[in-house]
């Protein structure tokens, strides 16, 4: 099944699609708008169902097979919602949203999905029910738990559920994928360290916060050095620190550390957090200062089930004839917990040379629209053929 001659003829429509949801990005829950564009859509397509409000404002349609005595369901997922950026594209349709831009290529994603259920809702060359799943809040809010804690998996009957994201900087079109732990547990830390204030020449009568947060940044390097197993993946980020004075001459009363730990699997997750709250909490009291060290954790391992990989790479290699290994990926991504729920698989496709996502001037490949649909609609046709 190479690129379908109906995504090509479909292609200047699913851009149009594509470039009205770049302009009008949404954040986190907050993708009304974008829900019922995409609500509407399955509507004039004649998905045989259409919810609203799974997971907040997530959106699923279903689509029913010309056979559907296999009892099969497969779910496809897309995410809609933007990110927090101050786009600096120059499109002639870039955002119209002040500090909120389509950053990591949702928008293409939700119009692929779109794309690919007109086209089943057109033939319905399959034996089962396509399940088309919309997610909002990827980005740090936690929508696939939320859909799933809605019942969407036993709500709907799926069996199996499959995602994609493009990929920057790998060549447009070409599909890579692997089996087992592929995204990282993403976790986030606070450290509250509480010293005395003081004025900034006499330190000696100041327990000075900005001392005793920097000897927990060092040492908070020396969790993925010396406390992690090398071959391991492990990346502790400090990417936020802020004292309670702005003045030159003031020693602050405290400093407020934040950042991101990211592992890929339970055992250093553990470790992480255990070393994290342990080194910051007793160096604080080593220099008499008062710290709380707070881990929490956020989206869980993205795992891969073997089957499905398989199946998902045979696909891509139907469209466009290879899929390439993909190496480890120590961002996070929330169909983690779709993939907790059922099996399944994710598979990364390439956006070209594009600047890389959560970066401002970032832009979806339109080029690559008929080859994503493609893997959609395959997915349900060879996972559920006549």
Known sequence: MPIKNRFAELHDTVTEWRRDIHAHPELLYDTHRTAALVADKLREFGCDEVVTGIGRTGVVGVIKGRDTSSGRVIGLRADMDALPITEETG??????????????????????????????????????????????????????????????????????????????????????????????????????????????AKPQDAIDPIVVASHIVTALQTIASRNSDPVQQMVISVTSIESSSKAYNVIPQSVHIKGTARTMDTEHRDIAEARLVALAEQIGASFGATVKATFNRSYPVMVNHDAQTEFAADVARSVTGQCNDAPLVMGGEDFAFMLEERPGAYILVGNGESAPVHHPAYNFNDDIIPIGCSWYAGLIEHGMPI
């Not at 500090?99 to 033939?123: F, I, K, P, W």
């Not at 990282?184 to 830390?189: E, G, I, P, R, V």
């Open 91 to 200: 499109l002639d349709y870039a955002s119209t949203h002040a500090g909120v831009m389509h950053a990591c290529g949702h928008d293409g994603h939700t119009s692929m999905l779109l794309g690919a259920a007109q086209y089943l809702c057109e033939t319905r060359n399959f034996n089962g029910s396509a399940v088309v799943i919309f997610q909002p809040a990827e980005e740090g809010g936690a929508g696939g738990r939320a859909m799933c804690e809605d019942g969407m998996m036993d709500r709907f009957g799926i069996q199996e559920v499959y995602g994609m994201h493009n990929w920057p900087k790998v060549a447009a079109g070409t599909f890579a994928i692997r089996s087992g732990p592929f995204f990282a547990a993403s976790d986030f830390f606070d450290i509250a360290v509480m010293g005395k204030g003081g004025h900034a």
